[in-house]
Every structure is written in structure tokens, then in C-alpha cells.
């Protein structure tokens, strides 16, 4: 396609967003297991009302076109709050999704960073939302396997796309597959139950939403401490805490939430896992109603395999055996369920110590996912 057939131009209009979120469901050529996200989620992330995060950032979104047809869109994101805390002029790019076309790859960065330049941006990385909690990176290995809820989806050409307009790799996170054990190594065991013994350690038996809810701030506020370094990471206030409550708590299997306490009550480790949802995303294409909900519920009354979402230990206590009390209970439950599997999610590349604990339970990389930089 030439490019003299290729406009890209700025979202404005309510009317607008709306073709920008739904675009990617649209788009020819995808990957034939594209899992879809709820596009409730979706609008709530672009919703300044429902997402505070936005209020720290400036944002554009662009839509690209040929003749009538829009074949591709990309958002740009200066964080204004995590540049001041690290001292950078950083932009992200976001949710760039495409047809197959070089030309539409190089105007939609393109005009991401020329906007980014007009902002006084050095440098771009992407794809990379307003937070590591957003799904983060272009998947570029793996693509065979399904897609998991919160992780990109995105066709296998989309990566030579980034790479030949200038950007190089920033940092990959990799997905483990992992076997539920029917034995755990016999230390996991043993250190499970000496922190029990000790009376130092417990783990709570949550039983229902309504008593998890008190615990998403204490749970999110160990995360704010132990993701601190992390890539992109910025501490989350409680407004977002309660939105991230908002949006998981209806999905959540309370019985699939491990929480560490100590002996003053006081939350210091969790994991949250669920059953995987994805097929049932598929077949409910993204909507929970009128009846796309019943979809998802038989999914993941039908899976297998486990994923998990978030974790942390707090950092004063890393390296003290509160990550085996937390597989004793979590795997434990998961077999007594019946799962075979789980997926670890996305761990960064550079975290040795997650993925020794991975490859020690037997798990291999299914899945990598890769952020780029540019400098401008």
C-alpha cells in the first residue's frame, strides 16, 4: 500500500474511542487463538472517571487509515509522575495493533514519537501501558499457545514491525508452564512447616468476597513495596487499589488467595491465582452480556490450568521460606481442584530468583514477551 494512501489521525470524539477500543476484534489477519479482553475492562481503562491512573499522565491515541477502512491504532503515554521519581523524559507507546503493513507500522510510531518530541520525550519504550500492570511488551515467542487474561495477544508480525522502525530490546518477560506436582519437593514441605511450627506465620482460610475485600489494600500495599524497582513501576494510591479491587474481586475464587500474616495480623506475602478463562473470553468475544458471563464461568469451571496473577513477600522478608508456605497452600488446593497446570504469568527475565523457584518445581518458558526503547 502506498503511503499516500495512509492517513493517521488523532482520536477526539467519544465516537472515535469507541472504533479505537474496538478496533483490534476488527482487524484482519490475527492470530487464530486472539483471545479477547472483557471490553468493560477496556472502556474503564480509557474512562479518566473509572482509570485515576490517567489523571498522572498525558495521553493520545491515534487511529491509522486506508480509504475508508481503519487498519490500525496506537496510544502514546507520558507518566509524568514515574519521569519525575527517576528523573527521565520517557514516553510509552501502547496498544499498537495492525494489519500487515510496514507503512502502517512506521506512520503509527511515527506520530506517537513526534508527539512525544513535542513534549520534550528523549527516549520511547513500548509497548508499555501506565502501569506494569497493564499488559506489558509485544509477545515474540510462544505464539502456538493460548493467551491468558492480562497478557498481550498480539500476531506473530507484529515485532519485525517495531524492530524495523529503530527500537531494540529493552526487557523481556517470560510465561512458565508448570506441572501441578503431586509430591512438592520435600523442602518446601519441611520449611512450610517449620514457619508454621514457630508460631511466627500463618496463612488465612478465606472463604468469601465479602472477606477478602478488607485485605486488597493490605495485599496491594506489599506490592507497592516489593515492585518498586521493577520496569515502569509506579507506587499505586488507594483510589487505584479499589479500582483493581473493582475489577478482579467478581472473578476471584477466594479459596485461590493465599495470604501470609504475621503474628500481629499484619499482611506479608499473598498470591492470587485463577482458573484460565481464556477460551471462555473467545467464545463470549470479550462481552459479559447479555450472556458472554456464562461463558467464562463454564470455562473456567472446565480448565485445567491455573493462572497465576500477582504475588509478592515483603522485601524484608524475602529469602525467609514464605514462598514455599505459599506453594504448600496454593498447589495444594490446586490439586485437591483437579488442575493439572499453571501459568506463572509474566516474570521478568532478570528475576533469578522467581525463575529458580519455577525451574525447581519443573517448570519451562511457553511464552516470552518483549519491551522495546528508541531514543528520539
Known amino acids: 500500500m502506498p503511503p499516500s494512501q495512509l492517513h493517521v489521525d488523532e482520536v477526539r470524539s467519544p465516537k472515535e474511542l469507541r472504533r479505537y477500543i474496538g478496533l483490534p476484534e476488527r482487524l484482519p489477519g490475527q492470530r487464530p487463538n486472539y483471545v479477547p479482553p472483557l471490553h468493560a475492562d477496556e472502556r474503564a481503562f480509557h474512562d479518566p472517571g473509572k482509570n485515576p491512573a490517567l ?15 481503519c487498519v490500525g491504532r496506537i496510544m502514546g503515554i507520558v507518566h509524568h509522575a514515574h519521569n519525575r521519581a527517576h528523573g527521565e523524559r520517557t514516553a510509552r507507546f501502547y496498544q499498537l495493533d ?7 507500522g512506521h506512520a503509527l510510531l511515527g506520530a506517537v514519537e513526534n508527539w512525544a518530541r513535542g513534549l520534550g520525550m528523549q527516549r520511547i519504550i513500548g509497548p508499555f501501558g501506565l502501569s506494569d500492570k497493564d499488559p506489558q511488551g509485544v509477545q515474540v515467542e510462544g505464539f502456538e499457545h493460548l493467551p491468558v487474561m492480562a497478557t498481550p495477544a498480539n500476531p506473530a508480525f507484529l515485532p519485525k ?6 527500537y531494540v530490546k529493552l526487557s523481556d518477560a517470560l510465561a512458565y508452564r508448570t506441572a501441578v506436582p503431586a509430591e512438592l519437593p520435600a523442602g518446601y514441605r519441611q520449611i512450610a512447616e517449620r514457619l508454621v511450627r514457630q508460631g511466627r506465620f500463618r496463612v488465612l482460610n478465606i472463604h468469601s468476597r465479602k472477606a477478602l475485600r478488607p485485605w486488597v489494600v493490605p495485599v496491594l500495599r506489599l506490592v507497592n513495596e516489593g515492585y518498586k524497582d521493577l520496569l515502569g513501576f509506579v507506587p499505586m494510591d488507594e483510589k487505584e487499589m479499589q479500582r483493581l479491587a473493582a475489577q478482579y474481586l467478581p472473578v476471584l475464587d477466594p479459596g485461590l488467595v493465599k495470604i501470609v ?3 500481629e495480623g499484619r499482611a506479608v506475602a499473598f498470591v492470587v491465582a485463577m482458573p484460565d478463562m481464556s ?6 468475544r470479550g462481552r459479559l452480556f447479555p450472556f458472554g458471563f456464562l461463558h467464562l464461568l463454564r470455562a473456567m469451571r472446565q480448565t485445567r490450568q491455573l493462572n497465576l496473577l500477582l504475588g509478592a513477600v515483603q522485601p524484608r522478608l524475602q529469602g525467609r521460606g514464605l514462598t514455599c508456605l505459599l506453594a504448600v497452600e496454593l498447589l495444594g488446593e490446586a490439586r485437591r481442584r483437579g488442575f493439572t497446570c499453571f501459568d506463572s504469568h509474566l516474570v521478568l527475565e532478570t528475576n533469578q530468583l522467581m525463575r529458580a523457584e ?3 518445581l519443573g517448570g519451562s518458558v511457553w511464552k516470552r514477551y518483549r519491551v522495546y526503547a528508541k531514543a528520539l
Request: charged share 20%.
Open 358 to 360: 519455577l525451574e525447581r
Open 279 to 284: 477460551k471462555g473470553l473467545q467464545r463470549a
Open 55 to 69: 489523571g498522572n499522565c498525558s495521553v493520545v491515541r491515534f487511529l491509522a487509515w486506508k480509504g475508508g477502512s
Open 98 to 104: 495492525m494489519i500487515d503493513d510496514p507503512h502502517i
Open 161 to 166: 514491525h517495531i524492530t524495523a522502525n529503530g
Open 261 to 263: 500474616v504475621d503474628g
